[in-house]
């Protein structure tokens, strides 16, 4: 159950990242990304005409979903409004996580039923781990650049 909002809030944190640096920086992290995904992933030619489309499409419905959604609320916790939140407040709050979380989890669950059909069950686990080690590194490097 720990994970369940684990994940989320890590990947709201890289999406933070993205804000932050605008446009531009998302689109080189973006590159990168498909560089070490490609390498890892080691997809034929056929697979990858196939792959690429589905999982950008998935990936800026999931951007969209966290910038939409779970922005205000981030922003309203940031700024203070936390301590000054009623109980009423924080369940709508709430709510709305657990909403933007299932929403998260359904577009992953579609990808992944896309994909099985393209990459294989395999490569999806593949696709999982190079994902979760880009991340690590690209979190790496945020606290590099900031300490």
Excluded: C
């Excluded at 560089?35 to 034929?44: D, K, R």
């Excluded at 951007?63 to 940031?78: I, P, Q, S, T, Y």
């Amino acid at each position: 159950m720990k994970t369940k909002y684990l994940l989320p809030l890590l990947l709201l944190f890289s999406l933070s990242i993205f804000a932050q640096g605008g446009k531009e920086k998302r689109e080189r992290i973006k590159a990168l990304k498909v560089s070490f995904l490609t390498t890892e992933l080691n997809l034929t030619s056929e697979e990858a005409a196939k792959f690429w489309p589905v999982y950008n499409a998935f990936e800026e419905k999931e951007f969209d979903l966290r910038h939409r959604k779970m922005r205000g609320l981030v922003r309203k916790l940031d700024e203070g409004g936390l301590d000054s939140m009623t109980d009423k407040e924080a369940l709508s709050y709430l709510n709305q996580l657990e909403a933007a979380d299932e929403e998260l989890f359904k577009l992953r669950q579609k990808l992944i039923a896309d994909l099985k059909t393209i990459i294989g069950p395999v490569k999806i686990l593949r696709l999982k781990k190079a994902e979760d080690e880009f991340n690590k590194r690209l979190l790496a490097k945020y606290k590099e650049r900031k300490g």
